[in-house]
């Protein structure tokens, strides 16, 4: 079992920045993929920013060039830094770990999230 607990959200006004923490239990964590993901009102949660285990980063288009993840295996920690941060940026974020299994389907957790809120 894996717990996630994601921090640092908050009230920034547009342009400004945030940086969200996720801290993962487990002896293994360097195994896990991780994952930044968010929910707006009224839509379906949708992926941010995803980090492999061997460090390929990936993020939707909406936040090419303004947002970055990072992972800390030596301290079980994932990062989502967010720069120029947008009214649309608004959401729940969540972070994910994925652990994989062989050939059986991964092992999939969910931190409890974390609010973000953009506004002037």
């Known amino acids: 079992q894996v717990q996630l607990v994601e921090s640092g959200g908050g009230l920034v006004q547009p342009g400004g920045s945030l940086r969200l923490s996720c801290a993962a239990s487990?002896?293994?964590?360097?195994?896990?993929?991780m994952g930044w993901y968010r929910q707006a009102p009224g839509e379906q949660r949708q992926s941010v920013a995803t980090?492999?285990?061997?460090?390929?980063?990936d993020y939707v288009d909406s936040v090419k060039g303004r947002f970055t993840i990072s992972r800390d295996n030596a301290k079980n920690m994932v990062y989502l830094q967010m720069n120029s941060l947008k009214v649309e940026d608004t959401a729940v974020y969540y972070c994910?770990?994925?652990?994989?299994?062989?050939?059986?389907?991964?092992?999939?957790?969910w931190g409890q999230g974390t609010q973000v809120t953009v506004s002037s």
């Open positions: 994910k770990a994925t652990q994989p299994r062989g050939v059986l389907p991964p092992w999939v957790y």
């Open positions: 487990g002896s293994i964590f360097s195994t896990y993929s």
């Open positions: 980090i492999t285990t061997g460090g390929t980063t």
